[in-house]
């Protein structure tokens, strides 16, 4: 069983349109997080959430908007598509010790 | 603003040659330290961690790291890499108290010629 997945792993798509990735772990965890990993490697936070209630927003662009229906699920909604946004975005949890579990990665890769 | 230092951004050994790969943190409070690895293609792994304790912890594979609180430093080692240790290594610090926030070194990519 996987303990954290995301949905879709690749996601290729034309600048200006609207995404979303998907992600669900079974960990029973509280806290879920988006992290960015771009071409260089550089793992950056993008979102936190604990508990259905966002605690971490590290000043990304309101393009982005994280959706967390309950503990369990943390969805990334993009809208307007960036060339910059070009990059892989991991989903993670931890029950908070921050031992981050990870998921594949989604990688995006806008046109 | 708390930051993660990795100095070695790309590293290349031969099999059976010893690693040490460095970390500097800057926040000095309470911390726990991690190492994750990533692999050609996959996602991040956890390596090992310190929460507190004995400073030297062991981890996965034959990995080992050494906390050295006074010069805020949390350095990688193994004493005979593998063709298989080829990957992206780094290193991250969470606060001590009720933050969740891990923040992460940029990354040290370890090549390992056989």
């Known amino acids: 069983d996987t303990a954290v997945s995301q949905t879709p792993k690749y996601l290729v798509t034309q600048m200006g349109n609207d995404k979303s990735i998907k992600c669900e772990q079974n960990?029973?965890?509280?806290?879920m997080y988006w992290y960015k990993q771009d071409s260089k490697k550089f793992l950056k936070i993008m979102f936190s959430?604990?508990?259905?209630?966002?605690?971490i927003n590290e000043t990304v662009p309101n393009r982005f908007s994280p959706k967390s229906p309950d503990k369990a699920h943390l969805n990334l909604h993009i809208n307007s598509l960036e060339l910059g946004d070009s990059a892989v975005y991991f989903c993670?949890?931890?029950?908070?010790?921050?031992?981050?579990?990870f998921g594949e990665g989604s990688r995006l890769t806008v046109l | 603003a708390q930051s993660v230092s990795q100095h070695n951004h790309h590293v290349i050994l031969s099999e059976a040659a010893s690693l040490e790969l460095g970390c500097n943190y800057s926040?000095?409070?309470?911390?726990?330290l991690f190492w994750y690895v990533q692999y050609p293609g996959q996602h991040l792994q956890l390596l090992l961690k310190?929460?507190?304790?004995?400073?030297l912890v062991k981890g996965i594979k034959g990995f080992e790291a050494e906390f050295i609180k006074s010069k805020f430093s949390f350095n990688l080692r193994k004493p005979s890499v593998q063709w298989s240790d080829t990957a992206e290594y780094f290193c991250?610090?969470?606060?001590?108290?009720?933050?969740?926030?891990?923040?992460f070194g940029t990354g040290t990519l370890l090549a390992v010629q056989p």
């Open positions: 991250a610090v969470k606060q001590g108290g009720a933050t969740n926030k891990l923040i």
């Open positions: 960990l029973g965890h509280d806290t």
């Open positions: 959430y604990n508990n259905k209630e966002l605690i």
């Open positions: 993670a949890s931890t029950q908070g010790n921050g031992e981050l579990f």
């Open positions: 926040y000095g409070g309470t911390v726990n």
């Open positions: 310190y929460f507190s304790g004995d400073p």
